[in-house]
């Protein structure tokens, strides 16, 4: 083992980081927490009220106007584009999505004009459609992270990474610390929550190495990203998967593989000018009480745990693959892998059972809002049918469209959408423009590039979000700007990549 380091430059002395302001800390504090998973609802957002007020406006009035089209306008119609129209500006201006799918479902109803007989058979049916099982992937696979937590799986995933690649030096610790959280977050398949466990654990390793807390940042955001980018039952990849009709090693080669190649690489350059960057200052790093840590909690089954996660995890991903499974199959391989994962641990039936609960409660109000979302889909597929009207007004016009041009700027419409929503964005996206790009001889491949980046490409930048304040709370940092160029120095790359793999594919 080498000997640890100073947390601070010899001849620093070592400075606490100045007091955060409110905000900063009641940011640091969500981040803490788990962005994604905490409070009942995972999509509320604040908002001043002013903003609440706009809202408000915009909400009732795009409800009155689709009412009046309801008595007014023949079906199929273009103003069954409305309610997706509504839906995002309300998105965008900062509307709880839950709420703002709500609205926008209503006014589908209203430019309709159906019984509200045949508006209950439409919920009925899309609870056993395709985007609500997506929801409930989100929610088992948030019931899976709680198994993994209270059985120390987690924590040895992390520790075992650690002790794999050594802390010889400050190169092999960037690399330890990205490699964990990637291979956490992927296998959680939520960012915030894996990074919340893993932060404890890697911490005091960085600390001791000397790293600031923004470089610290940096590895964290970057390695969680590419693993996000490669879980393989995360709800927007399992969205991808199903848009695209690929299996997921197709995935991997021409979508989520050459992201996370590309993130680690610029990582291992990106992360040493961040530290050169920062340590200037003299005020990043982290303290002595920082570095030391605090005990690791004892699970003494986490081995045996672990390693029936992992030979399962594997085994379900393969299966996967051979057999071509649909979006059902994770259905089954998640509380397969709660399960198994727990009896090994040592977990009793009703502690598994009580975990599943605890951790998938946590997420609720996605499964609510894919399924009012499935039920807005099938009511402008079945009754507005404005993407009929639209083929067969503008058919000629797109059929002479190149598919470049055309993947591309679907591909940079998906940043218009909301970080954190990724598997929503998906659907919505696939939904609205699937048909028309394949119209356009879009291929499968190209297809997967156009909706990975559409629904990840907003984690990087150009604009703060939640995975990166998560980030940025959780290494302890106060600094949004550094967290900022870090996305940025991946995201422009990364454009520049899947653009020339678009050429080549369209």
């Given at each position: ?54 809202c ?40 709880d ?16 004009g ?24 989100i ?51 939520t ?47 399992v ?31 990106i ?13 990043d ?9 605090t ?22 991903v ?40 605890r ?43 190149a ?104």
């Amino acid at each position: 083992m080498p000997t640890s380091r100073p947390t601070n430059p010899p001849g620093r002395a070592a400075k606490r980081p100045e007091a955060a302001t409110a905000p900063q800390e009641k940011e640091r504090e969500n981040a803490s927490s788990g962005d994604e998973e905490s409070g009942g609802n995972a999509y509320a957002v604040g908002l001043s009220p002013l903003r609440r007020r706009i809202c408000t406006v915009v909400a009732l009035l795009g409800l009155v106007f689709s009412a009046v089209l309801g008595f007014t306008v023949d079906k199929p119609t273009m103003w069954g584009l409305l309610p997706i129209l509504l839906y995002a500006a309300l998105c965008l201006l900062g509307m709880d999505l839950v709420v703002g799918t709500i609205v926008a479902l209503v006014s589908a109803v209203f430019i309709a004009g159906k019984p509200p007989t045949a508006v209950a058979e439409v919920l009925g049916t899309s609870l056993g459609d395709m985007v609500t099982m997506i929801g409930l992937i989100i929610v088992l696979g948030a019931g899976v992270g709680e198994i993994l937590r209270v059985t120390g799986v987690a924590d040895m995933i992390v520790s075992a990474i650690m002790r794999l690649v050594g802390e010889r030096n400050r190169h092999m610790v960037t690399l330890g610390v990205m490699l964990a959280c990637l291979v956490l977050v992927a296998s959680l398949g939520t960012l915030a929550g894996a990074l919340a466990i893993a932060a404890p654990i890697l911490i005091p390793i960085t600390a001791r190495m000397g790293f600031t807390r923004s470089a610290t940042a940096s590895m964290m955001f970057v390695g969680g990203c590419a693993g996000l980018a490669l879980a393989p039952f995360a709800g927007s990849n399992v969205a991808i998967l199903t848009a695209a009709d690929v299996n997921y090693l197709t995935y991997l080669r021409v979508g989520a593989g050459p992201l996370a190649v590309l993130s680690i690489i610029l990582a291992m350059i990106i992360v040493p000018w961040m530290q050169r960057r920062t340590a200037a200052t003299g005020t990043d790093f982290y303290t002595a009480e920082e570095a030391a840590g605090t005990a690791a909690k004892s699970y003494p089954k986490a081995g045996r745990a672990t390693a029936a996660f992992v030979l399962l995890l594997v085994a379900s991903v393969v299966y996967a693959t051979i057999t071509n499974a649909g979006t059902a199959f994770p259905l089954l391989a998640l509380p397969l892998l709660a399960i198994v994962t727990g009896y090994a641990g040592g977990l009793s039936s009703v502690d598994i059972a009580t975990g599943m609960y605890r951790g998938g409660s946590k997420l609720l109000s996605i499964f609510l809002l894919f399924w009012l979302l499935a039920a807005l889909f099938m009511i402008i597929d079945q009754w507005l049918k404005p993407y009929d009207v639209i083929l067969d007004t503008f058919g000629t016009q797109l059929s002479h469209m190149a598919g470049f041009p055309f993947a591309v700027a679907i591909g940079l419409l998906g940043w218009v959408g909301v970080p954190g929503a990724t598997a929503a964005q998906v659907v919505l996206l696939d939904k609205v423009f699937g048909g028309i790009g394949a119209s356009l001889g879009v291929s499968a491949s190209a297809w997967v590039i156009v909706l990975l980046w559409a629904s990840k490409g907003d984690t990087y930048g150009p604009f703060p979000n939640a995975n990166m304040i998560g980030a940025m709370g959780l290494a302890r940092s106060q600094n949004m700007r550094n967290v900022l160029l870090t996305g940025w120095l991946v995201m422009l790359p990364a454009c520049v990549m899947y653009a020339i793999l678009l050429a080549v594919m369209t």
